[in-house]
T-cell receptor
């Protein structure tokens, strides 16, 4: 089945540690996105990538890093510099970008303890 | 001013009611518009795209008003299963990214 997969579903991290969230898609989509959602709030864009080896900062990129070495993979690293990392992280992909439907993974709930 | 604004609700309606949501956007160059549905603690899923001429999908109707810079979603004959948060999504031309509104919560009761 084609789709977009995020792992793990739940993640606990100690303060001061970096952690990497996985996002893989087999839809052959060019564009991939990372969003963050806090309770009762909308999605905020962290990073996005239109093609391999290229990515752009979104509205809240500070404390996060990404890579896009392969078309199907767009991992997100939450670094210790991110002051408030506990949130629901959603990865999405779309065929070409902004004009086409975005498909989401099931999300990763990150809790810093 | 936020790029995309929605009334957070909640809208509490009985089964069978008709309910409408509006969403305003600030960038007049926006070109693509969508409504997504998000169930509690789940990922958003596309409900429908919004076309300039308006479009309908069963009980759902979406409209775009470029002059006033808003889109709307009308749900007729509400079902219990329509209870969810509805997210308005707009592209910002030239930025190659989708911007999500904070969502409008709908609760349909028996």
């Amino acid at each position: 089945d084609g789709g977009i997969t995020q792992s793990p579903k739940y993640l606990f991290r100690k303060e001061g540690q970096n952690v990497t969230l996985s996002c893989e898609q087999n839809l052959n989509h060019d564009a991939m996105y990372w969003y963050r959602q806090d309770p009762g709030q909308g999605l905020r864009l962290i990073y996005y990538s239109q093609i391999v080896n290229d990515f752009q900062k979104g509205d809240i990129a500070e404390g996060y890093s990404v890579s896009r070495e392969k078309k199907e993979s767009f991992p997100l690293t939450v670094t210790s510099a991110q002051k408030n990392p506990t949130a629901f992280y959603l990865c999405a992909s779309s065929i070409r970008g902004w004009e086409t439907e975005a498909f989401f993974g099931q999300g990763t709930r990150l809790t810093v303890v | 001013r936020k790029e995309v604004e929605q009334d957070p609700g909640p809208f509490n309606v009985p089964e069978g009611a008709t309910v409408a949501f509006n969403c305003t956007y600030s960038n007049s160059a926006s070109q693509s518009f969508f409504w997504y549905r998000q169930d509690c603690r789940k990922e958003p899923k596309l409900l429908m795209s919004v076309y300039s001429s308006g479009n309908e999908d069963g009980r759902f109707t979406a409209q775009l008003n470029r002059a006033s810079q808003y889109i709307s979603l009308l749900i007729r004959d509400s079902k219990l299963s329509d209870s969810a948060t509805y997210l308005c999504v707009v592209n910002i031309d030239g930025y190659n990214k989708l911007i999500f509104g904070a969502g409008t919560r709908l609760a349909v009761h028996p």
